[in-house]
Structures are given as structure tokens and as C-alpha cells.
């Protein structure tokens, strides 16, 4: 019998032992895990700052319980909720790092997203900082430290984060589906001057101003934006142009307004859609000028070359559903096929 309680009293001692030993183990804790992802360091960048994709690979909200939104959903202070979670990004160091504060069930812990260019892409490092409880560091203490818990889920992570990526930003298609007739139009425009890959989120950040100023003003929205080319540089991959948002009646604004007024007269153009990411702008105009020339049409240079955003950033936030319609104007308005005379059929003999 005493054996017994002397094994008894052993035990709750070595309890005991173990319970101080755990409690007093420091909590804090870093985490670092990196992947090269092959894609521009912006497109990573944006893609990482803008929370409506965080549902496309997120890992910490196992339950899938539906995610909740704030008003600001990408850069400094957006916020997304889900049960008893939040994430919400507390700085911004445009095309290089991002920090995160993540609370889950009360337990905070900041992300930090660092990024680097490679010969190939991206280097995406993703360190976590935080902070273990008892229950945490007893796991831990079990499973041989709380990089064996949490480096396989940030792990993971990356892996989702690469493959939407990959899949989102490299799917797209080109067709030349050939003239088309453009009616008169009346419209508001800003002008811009970016880099072809960040025109998705220029026209995101005009096309809020412009319908902005359309509610203040009494407009009414006729029909999808769309851009004029000014001049398109692709050595250098500077893109002026004017965002427009089409409107029922023509106005007039004052001098110093940055939106104003226009109006463009029915034309006829030579059409192309390009279905995916505005990076394979550059594709999609090739193939324009391509058939144009194939067609032996004439461009009309009086007017400028438009973009029209049938589905856009504003209507999903998955660039491979982007339907983006490329028209050159030119002076035909059919394509003239030549007839084959019955001469130069052959005989069947």
C-alpha cells in the first residue's frame, strides 16, 4: 500500500514538475517558411493585398465558415472576419511587404509578407510571430516544438497562394473575331498613365472616383468602362490613356476638374477579346495588328484605339474571368473575302 502511494505522489510531483517546467518555457515564437513562385513580384504583391482572395487559399478557417468583408477590402486597414477570427493588414510597403495582424479565438499573431525578385519570379517568405498559451506549448512540448504544429499549415499556405496564382494569372485565351460597329457614345473620362500591369488596379481605383461623381451628379451608367489609348509604349510598358465610363446625356465640367466630358462619334473596328489577366495585353494587341494586316484593312488613325472592360476587376476578383474587348477603328466596315473563281477550282476527274 505505501508503494503505491509513493508511486501515487511521484506522479503528481512529476506532474507538477512538468506543469512548472511547460509554464515557464518562453512563448514566444517565429516562424518562417519562403516559396518561389514564377510570377512578377507586383502581380504576387497585389494579389497578397487585396483580401477578397484570401478565400481562395486560406487554411485557418477549416469550417469554411463564410468570410465577411469591410468596407476596405485591399491595402492599409482592410479586414476580413470570419468565427471568432480576423485578419487585417496594419502596413503596406508597396511591392515589397506586408504586415498582418491575425486573431484567432483571441490569440494574436502578426504575418509578415516579404518579397524578392528571382531570376524565374517571386520569392514569397512568409513569418509569423506570435505568442503560445499553456495548452499551445503543452502540444508543442509533445510534438517536438511549435514549428512541427504550425510550419506544415504556413507550408501549405504557399502552396495554395502559388497554385491560385499560377492558375489565375497564366490562363488566358485570344480571338480575333473581326469588325464591328461602335454606336455614338457620350462618356466621362480621367486620364491616366501607368504600366500595363498595373491597369487593373488603376481602373479599380478610377472607376470608384468616376461612379462616385456620377451618384453626386444625377448620371446615369449606359453600358460597361472602357479605355482610350493615347499612346502605348511596349518597350517600356507604359500605358496614357483615358478611363471612361459611359453615360446617357453629354456633360460638361469645369477646367480644373481631373474628370471630364466626351462624347465619340459611331465607328467601325476590328475586334479582339482577350479573356484572362490585362498582363497579356501585350498578346491580345499583337493579335489585333495581326489581323488587321492578314485582312488588309486600314486603320483609321482620327480615332484612338479602345478597351472595353466587359468583366472586370469591378465584377470578379479572378483575373482568368476577365473579358476585355480590344477594338482598333478602322475604315472598312465589312472584310472583303475574294470570290474564287470556278477557273481555278479543279476538275473532279
Given at each position: 500500500?505505501?508503494?503505491?502511494?509513493?508511486?501515487?505522489?511521484?506522479?503528481?510531483?512529476?506532474?507538477?514538475?512538468?506543469?512548472?517546467?511547460?509554464?515557464?518555457?518562453?512563448?514566444?515564437?517565429?516562424?518562417?517558411?519562403?516559396?518561389?513562385?514564377?510570377?512578377?513580384?507586383?502581380?504576387?504583391?497585389?494579389?497578397?493585398?487585396?483580401?477578397?482572395?484570401?478565400?481562395?487559399?486560406?487554411?485557418?478557417?477549416?469550417?469554411?465558415?463564410?468570410?465577411?468583408?469591410?468596407?476596405?477590402?485591399?491595402?492599409?486597414?482592410?479586414?476580413?472576419?470570419?468565427?471568432?477570427?480576423?485578419?487585417?493588414?496594419?502596413?503596406?510597403?508597396?511591392?515589397?511587404?506586408?504586415?498582418?495582424?491575425?486573431?484567432?479565438?483571441?490569440?494574436?499573431?502578426?504575418?509578415?509578407?516579404?518579397?524578392?525578385?528571382?531570376?524565374?519570379?517571386?520569392?514569397?517568405?512568409?513569418?509569423?510571430?506570435?505568442?503560445?498559451?499553456?495548452?499551445?506549448?503543452?502540444?508543442?512540448?509533445?510534438?517536438?516544438?511549435i514549428e512541427n504544429i504550425n510550419g506544415p499549415i504556413?507550408?501549405?499556405?504557399?502552396?495554395?497562394?502559388?497554385?491560385?496564382?499560377?492558375?489565375?494569372?497564366?490562363?488566358?485565351?485570344?480571338?480575333?473575331?473581326?469588325?464591328?460597329?461602335?454606336?455614338?457614345?457620350?462618356?466621362?473620362?480621367?486620364?491616366?498613365?501607368?504600366?500595363?500591369?498595373?491597369?487593373?488596379?488603376?481602373i479599380f481605383e478610377t472607376m470608384k472616383s468616376m461612379?462616385?461623381?456620377?451618384?453626386?451628379?444625377?448620371?446615369?451608367?449606359?453600358?460597361?468602362?472602357?479605355?482610350?489609348?493615347?499612346?502605348?509604349?511596349?518597350?517600356?510598358?507604359?500605358?496614357?490613356?483615358?478611363?471612361?465610363?459611359?453615360?446617357?446625356?453629354?456633360?460638361?465640367?469645369?477646367?480644373?476638374?481631373?474628370?471630364?466630358?466626351?462624347?465619340?462619334?459611331?465607328?467601325?473596328?476590328?475586334?479582339?477579346?482577350?479573356?484572362?489577366?490585362?498582363?497579356?495585353?501585350?498578346?491580345?494587341?499583337?493579335?489585333?495588328?495581326?489581323?488587321?494586316?492578314?485582312?488588309?484593312?486600314?486603320?483609321?488613325?482620327?480615332?484612338?484605339?479602345?478597351?472595353?472592360?466587359?468583366?472586370?476587376?469591378?465584377?470578379?476578383?479572378?483575373?482568368?474571368?476577365?473579358?476585355?474587348?480590344?477594338?482598333?477603328?478602322?475604315?472598312?466596315?465589312?472584310?472583303?473575302?475574294?470570290?474564287?473563281?470556278?477557273?481555278?477550282?479543279?476538275?473532279?476527274?
Amino acid at each position: 500500500m505505501k508503494i503505491l502511494k509513493y508511486i501515487f505522489f511521484f506522479i503528481v510531483l512529476s506532474v507538477i514538475a512538468l506543469t512548472v517546467f511547460i509554464a515557464t518555457q518562453n512563448s514566444n515564437y517565429t516562424i518562417s517558411k519562403e516559396k518561389e513562385i514564377n510570377l512578377p513580384k507586383y502581380t504576387v504583391f497585389n494579389y497578397l493585398n487585396n483580401l477578397k482572395n484570401y478565400e481562395q487559399w486560406q487554411v485557418f478557417n477549416e469550417e469554411t465558415t463564410p468570410f465577411t468583408l469591410d468596407s476596405i477590402s485591399k491595402g492599409k486597414d482592410a479586414e476580413i472576419h470570419w468565427k471568432n477570427s480576423s485578419i487585417k493588414i496594419t502596413d503596406v510597403f508597396p511591392s515589397d511587404s506586408l504586415i498582418l495582424n491575425l486573431n484567432q479565438d483571441d490569440i494574436e499573431s502578426t504575418l509578415k509578407w516579404k518579397l524578392k525578385s528571382t531570376k524565374k519570379g517571386t520569392l514569397v517568405t512568409l513569418e509569423v510571430e506570435g505568442k503560445m498559451d499553456f495548452i499551445t506549448k503543452f502540444k508543442a512540448f509533445f510534438q517536438g516544438g511549435i514549428e512541427n504544429i504550425n510550419g506544415p499549415i504556413f507550408e501549405k499556405t504557399l502552396n495554395s497562394i502559388n497554385h491560385h496564382l499560377i492558375e489565375e494569372y497564366t490562363k488566358f485565351t485570344v480571338k480575333n473575331e473581326g469588325i464591328i460597329l461602335i454606336n455614338e457614345t457620350y462618356f466621362i473620362k480621367k486620364m491616366i498613365s501607368c504600366t500595363a500591369e498595373n491597369l487593373s488596379e488603376q481602373i479599380f481605383e478610377t472607376m470608384k472616383s468616376m461612379k462616385l461623381f456620377c451618384t453626386e451628379n444625377d448620371l446615369k451608367v449606359n453600358g460597361n468602362p472602357f479605355t482610350i489609348f493615347e499612346n502605348i509604349n511596349f518597350s517600356s510598358g507604359v500605358v496614357n490613356y483615358a478611363v471612361c465610363l459611359p453615360i446617357t446625356t453629354e456633360i460638361f465640367t469645369n477646367e480644373d476638374s481631373d474628370i471630364t466630358g466626351g462624347k465619340t462619334e459611331s465607328f467601325h473596328a476590328y475586334k479582339t477579346t482577350l479573356t484572362g489577366d490585362y498582363s497579356h495585353s501585350d498578346k491580345a494587341w499583337g493579335e489585333n495588328k495581326k489581323g488587321i494586316n492578314e485582312n488588309k484593312l486600314t486603320v483609321k488613325s482620327s480615332i484612338k484605339p479602345i478597351s472595353i472592360y466587359k468583366k472586370s476587376i469591378l465584377d470578379s476578383n479572378k483575373p482568368s474571368e476577365w473579358i476585355t474587348e480590344i477594338l482598333t477603328p478602322v475604315n472598312e466596315s465589312v472584310i472583303y473575302i475574294p470570290e474564287v473563281s470556278n477557273d481555278s477550282i479543279p476538275a473532279v476527274q
